[in-house]
């Protein structure tokens, strides 16, 4: 059984950082792409980085230079180190990985940029 459990979320002034974690089980980590997509109150879900498993990343524009994914296969975790956050950042910040027609989904968690 596929899980995805995301954590580091929380409350963080402008311009201030956080680190997302999301441990993986249920998968063969190391061969697959992973993702942290993001919805804000009201927005659409939208896909704010990637990484493949060769290492190769894709990051939405709007975070481009602010934010980089990692990730470590001998823990079975994706990272999501966001530098610079601004109020639009806010949002539930969502752990996923494709596998054939199948969408995974962590729960979620909660990053809010406010002073």
């Known amino acids: 059984q596929v899980q995805l459990m995301e954590s580091g979320g929380g409350l963080v002034q402008p311009g201030g950082s956080l680190r997302l974690s999301c441990a993986a089980s249920?998968?063969?980590?190391?061969?697959?792409?992973m993702n942290w997509y993001r919805q804000g109150l009201g927005k659409e879900r939208e896909l704010v980085a990637q990484i493949t498993n060769s290492g190769n990343t894709n990051y939405a524009d709007s975070v481009k230079g602010r934010f980089t994914i990692s990730r470590d296969n001998a823990k079975n975790t994706v990272y999501l180190q966001m530098n610079g956050l601004k109020p639009e950042d806010t949002a539930e910040y969502y752990c996923?990985?494709?596998?054939?027609?199948?969408?995974?989904w962590g729960k979620g968690t909660l990053v809010t940029v406010s002073s």
């Open positions: 249920g998968l063969f980590f190391s061969t697959i792409t």
């Open positions: 996923n990985t494709v596998r054939g027609i199948r969408y995974y």
